[in-house]
């Protein structure tokens, strides 16, 4: 079973955000767009909006936190089957700590039309959720940090 990097019963922790800001920016940041010390990344791409929602549907029953999953598109239809999931319509470079190359990237790919998955978890989480999402047709996924 999946679980949570981040929880109440965990205050002490600390967003990367915040950690490289110098300043608490933590209370500004949606939940989901908090990656903790010692999570790890990791991101790939759905050319279709279906195996996206398969993809957070499949984690989802697993037990994944949904709350560390952001899915990024140029635009979004129906957001009610992403219940939970952080909607996004641009890369950040401060959320993720993503490179400004590594951006522009995303971004490029974005406006083509696909659709960016981004989770973070521990590096069991990662492996489990790579699993699922091997089945799913995600296009270079990879696992950072």
């Not at 990344?41 to 499949?58: H, I, K, Q, R």
């Not at 996004?88 to 990237?105: A, T």
């Not at 696909?114 to 799913?136: H, M, N, P």
Request: glycine share 6%; aromatic share 10%; charged share 25%.
């Amino acid at each position: 079973m999946i679980r949570p990097t981040h929880s109440t019963a965990h205050p002490q922790k600390h967003s990367v955000e915040a950690i490289l800001d110098d300043r608490s920016t933590e209370q500004a940041l949606p939940q989901s767009s908090r990656v903790y010390l010692g999570s790890r990344v990791a991101t790939g791409f759905f050319s279709c909006l279906s195996d996206a929602e398969y993809a957070v549907t499949s984690l989802r029953s697993t037990g994944f936190p949904v709350s560390q999953i952001v899915l990024v598109a140029n635009h979004f239809r129906r957001q009610d089957q992403f219940g939970g999931v952080d909607l996004r319509d641009r890369v950040d470079s401060r959320c993720f700590s993503f490179s400004e190359k590594r951006v522009q990237s995303y971004n490029h790919r974005i406006a083509k039309g696909d659709y960016l998955f981004v989770i973070w978890g521990t590096s069991d989480q990662l492996r489990q959720a790579e699993v699922i999402l091997k089945c799913a047709p995600i296009d270079e996924f990879g696992i950072d940090r």
